[in-house]
């Protein structure tokens, strides 16, 4: 069996300045679009071992198509402060925190993570481009707002032997930075700040640095953290992960309010599970006064997590004389749920969760079926047929390692 | 100390199978005790870090038919259950080599170096063990019931299994029969052509049987071992991070989440009977603890040979389980490396180390291993069932280190002139010199050696005989007569006396199957 295909192409997509390593070794060469890069799908011809990577090993993500802004100047904070829901005022220097913001309907307009890099110097990241959405809000105050989209280069490094790893080659240990802080440190000679922050809910870093240095970083991790498991790892084994930790995807699991079109496509913070970003006290932000008013009344709607139940899934396959079919990767459609006769619900995210083995779902339910355990019926089909089977509401995230949070004694 | 250790159920061993039924009783709010002869909990579902840094799944070292209602029931994915994909199954051959991977269209193209009509069979023959799956599987979920003298329940099952098989097709009817009744290597003729591919398959027909490929009721094991891959979208089959011992101490946490005591070092001599009735046990230490019921997890030899007197037992269903076929056939021999082995027909590191390595070049090869058998003496160039668990749980040997686990049959319990310190070894040559002749550079980087001969298995496990299963997966010892006609529901003649061991319907794997079963069983006659 060849291993080495050579393979060359010609692409009009981005590509990351980790490409020259990632493209010689995606072996399935399956590839999507991120943000306008090329971004790999899976490395291997399944994805199962990158999706263990995750959770039993070390993953090795590029994630530098992310978008990110560089907010610099003496009212960077109070600006931030004023943008996203989050309190930012007591964001320290080196701490992380993700956040959604809003327009001023308090719908949302895209969700992030923002780093306090220094006393007025702060990096947010997004999904989306949002340069004017943040230089329309900077009017008048004093700082700079730089995309820092292409000069910087990211990795996200997630799984439990990932601690380990960076221990090996950082200058310093990082056995004392917590869930959502990062520190500046180096490898060998390179600058590169880290993060203990990820999209996977599992132990792990993001590591950001100059696109000069990416391929030496690349290596570096490749070779130090081969005797602990490093796995390349793309985009299908991090939808599963992302659906185990409940977390939400723009475009997948709601709409921007931006690009809503029609106002029942948008969604508050308080119908995306994130009531508990939006802080209220604050003095004053962007959609204050709508979600003030909102979580007054009561969101219409909840994003929830559901497990659709397995005896009567199984039994439907039996019926038909097939075996239970799953999907073998995480879906997208938008799926109905049911209580009774009407509509009360839909899933936008799914996938069977190899490591609890259970069927699991996020969705979106109007408020009256939110509850824990309420039990709804889920649409599936079975031989292209519509079924409903039982689905029951159950806490997220459904994969919450104590590892995420702890560090070592 | 006798009256105050008092329990609902006292389960002796802890086994997977032992935890497993512990773990339901308790989850059903029964008091319950688990009592294990050893220091450490698992039975053969056991890791143990042999040399310093170096964890061996010593005995037991992949997870097949682990059910999915078992790992939910119990909650196990919380208490530690993490089943890796094994990917691959490759067969080393002199001068070339057999990869199957879980990709159909690479494995089509691989087979089809070999032979272009297997490789378009091979598409069919999945899905067709699949069906024969489906058709199977409610037996293996049934409690076994008794066909002399029935129950209500019994009858309820019977026309249960009988409705099921008018509803099966032909062909699977077909097949069915054929797999019951044929040796693995005949059935497999029917569909295949290429040599190494045949006697691969074949393999897993004899694993942990006294039979050749071509031994008629081979076929059967084999498709035991198919089970696994049935419900393949939830990779049933797979290896436990951190070795199988960690599933074991996943259903033991979930027993003790539940409410279960459970024992190490506490080794059970006699199940106490009174008047025809298990009231509880003792131990080698003198202590006693009183029980409603006691539930072995142990082999039937031991289970009625050992913990109780044949004078309380019926005289006809003595004779039945001194029948009962157990004897060991094979050997484990687990290696710490210093490095991976290199095979000289497929180079370096690849993903042909990921999955299970299979030393099955022909019918011969495993044919005459099996003659060795046949007159006392262990295989001369064994069968050997290979993984690599460090490749796939990093955490297994020190980073890059490795740790390489070997099933090896045949090795015969019965061994001529009986195992000894020096056989052993001899037995442990024979296997490192067999991988060799595929991967030379095995001999310069063992730095550790562990072999364990059926004797071992059986002193050191408590496995009688050194039998992996409690007795052999033929016809005769299945469902309705495993362990014993009348006594296959996980009754016993006496009173209270329960088994759940792998000695029991369906049989033995890491299942989880005879535990929960017995557990649903016993709780079905308390209320």
């Known amino acids: 069996m060849s291993y080495n295909n050579p393979f060359t192409a010609e692409t009009q997509l981005k590509l990351s300045p980790f490409f020259e390593r990632t493209s010689k070794l995606n072996e399935s060469q399956e590839w999507r679009r991120w943000s306008g890069y090329l971004s790999a799908t899976q490395y291997e011809l399944t994805h199962d071992n990158e999706y263990f990577a995750i959770r039993t090993k070390a993953a090795l993500l590029d994630i530098t198509p992310l978008y990110k802004y560089i907010i610099e100047g003496p009212d960077a904070q109070r600006f931030l402060d004023r943008l996203v829901t989050r309190n930012i005022k007591i964001c320290k220097v080196g701490q992380v925190m993700y956040t959604p913001w809003c327009d001023e309907d308090g719908k949302q307009i895209d969700d992030g993570t923002v780093q306090r890099l220094s006393e007025n110097k702060f990096r947010i990241t997004s999904a989306e481009p949002n340069l004017e959405w943040l230089d329309t809000n900077a009017a008048g105050m004093e700082l700079s707002v730089s995309d820092d989209s292409k000069t910087t280069a990211s990795l996200a490094l997630q799984g439990p032997n990932s601690r380990t790893i960076l221990n090996i080659i950082a200058s310093e240990s990082l056995d004392s930075l917590k869930f959502f802080w990062m520190t500046d440190t180096h490898f060998g000679d390179i600058p590169v700040s880290i993060s203990r922050t990820g999209y996977t809910g599992d132990l792990g870093y993001e590591i950001w640095m100059d696109p000069k240095d990416a391929l030496d970083v690349w290596d570096l991790l490749l070779e130090k953290g081969k005797p602990y498991g490093i796995t390349p790892t793309g985009l299908q084994a991090l939808d599963i992960a992302r659906i185990e930790a409940g977390l939400i995807l723009l475009d997948i699991d709601y709409i921007s309010t931006r690009h809503a079109i029609i106002e029942s496509r948008k969604s508050s913070p308080y119908e995306l599970g994130l009531g508990w970003a939006v802080k209220l006290k604050k003095k004053d932000f962007i959609g204050k006064k709508a979600l003030a008013a909102e979580q007054a009344r009561g969101p219409e709607w909840e994003f929830v997590g559901i497990e659709i139940e397995w005896n009567e899934l199984e039994n439907h396959y039996r019926k038909v004389g097939l075996p239970p079919r799953l999907p073998g990767t995480a879906w997208r459609t938008s799926t109905p749920l049911y209580k009774g006769n009407e509509q009360v619900g839909y899933a936008t995210s799914g996938t069977w969760s190899p490591i609890l083995k259970r069927y699991i779902a996020l969705a979106h339910v109007k408020a009256e079926y939110a509850k824990e355990n309420t039990q709804l019926d889920f649409e599936l089909k079975v031989e292209h047929f519509r079924k409903l089977t039982p689905a029951r509401i159950v806490k997220t995230p459904f994969f919450d390692p104590e590892r995420k949070r702890s560090c070592p004694q | ?527």
């Open chain 2, 1 to 527: 100390m006798s009256t105050v250790n008092k329990y609902d159920a006292i389960v002796i061993g802890g086994g997977h199978n032992g935890l497993t039924a512990a773990a339901y009783l308790s989850r059903a709010g029964k008091k319950v005790l688990v009592l294990e002869r050893r220091y450490i909990l698992g039975g053969a579902a056991v890791t143990e870090e042999i040399y310093p840094g170096f964890k061996f799944s010593v005995c037991s070292y992949v997870v097949s038919l682990m059910k999915p209602n078992v790992m939910r029931e119990l909650m196990l994915p919380k208490f530690g259950l993490e089943l890796l994909p094994l990917e691959s199954t490759f067969t080393p051959l002199d001068n070339d080599y057999l990869l199957r991977t879980a990709d159909a269209d690479q494995t089509y193209r691989e087979i089809a170096r070999h032979s272009r009509k297997d490789a378009e069979t091979y598409m069919r023959f999945g899905p067709a063990m699949g069906q024969i799956g489906m058709a199977v599987r409610p037996i293996l979920e049934t409690v076994a019931p008794n066909a002399i003298r029935p129950s209500l329940s019994d009858m309820g099952a019977m026309k249960k299994l009988l409705d099921h098989f008018k509803s099966l097709s032909s062909e699977q009817f077909e097949y069915l029969t054929k797999l019951m009744t044929m040796s693995s290597a005949d059935f497999l003729d029917e569909w295949f052509e290429f040599e190494p591919l045949k006697a691969s398959m074949s393999a897993s027909g004899i694993i942990g049987t006294f039979m050749g490929p071509r031994s008629p009721g081979s076929a059967y094991v084999m498709l035991h071992h198919y089970m696994g891959d049935i419900d393949g979208a939830f990779r049933a089959w797979g290896f436990q991070r951190g070795g199988t011992g960690a599933v074991s101490m996943a259903i033991a946490r979930s027993a003790e989440h539940f409410g279960a005591d459970i024992m190490t070092e506490a080794s059970v001599e006699k199940v106490i009977v009174k008047n025809g009735r298990a009231v509880g046990v003792a131990l080698e230490n003198g202590d006693e603890y009183c029980s409603d019921i006691v539930i072995s997890g142990l082999d039937p030899k031991l289970t009625f040979l050992k913990m109780v007197d044949e004078s309380d037992l019926p005289s006809d269903f003595v004779t039945d389980i001194k029948n009962f076929r157990i004897r060991g056939s094979s050997g484990k021999v687990n290696l710490a490396l210093d490095a991976l082995p290199n095979f000289t027909c497929l180079p370096g590191d690849g993903h042909h180390l990921r999955g299970a390595i299979s030393i099955s070049p022909s019918y011969d090869h495993l044919e005459r291993a099996y003659d060795d058998a046949k007159y006392g003496n262990f295989s001369q160039e064994p069968y050997m069932d290979i993984i690599l668990p460090s490749v796939i749980d990093p955490d297994m040997a020190p980073p890059g280190k490795h740790v390489m686990s070997c099933f090896v049959q045949y090795a015969p319990y019965d061994i001529k002139g009986g195992w000894n310190d020096q056989k052993r070894e001899a037995f442990g040559d024979v296997v490192i010199n067999t991988i060799a002749r595929y991967a030379p550079n095995i001999k310069d980087i063992i730095l550790h050696r562990q072999v364990l001969t059926p004797a071992d298995l059986e002193s050191i496990f408590g496995l009688t005989e050194g039998n992996i299963f409690h007795g052999e997966l033929s016809l005769q010892q299945l469902f309705t007569m495993r362990p014993a006609v009348k006594w296959a529901d996980y009754t016993t003649p006496i009173k209270n006396y329960y088994q759940c061991g792998s000695g029991t319907h369906p049989g033995g794997g890491i299942t989880g199957s005879p535990g929960e079963m017995a557990a649903k069983k016993i709780l079905g006659i308390w209320s």
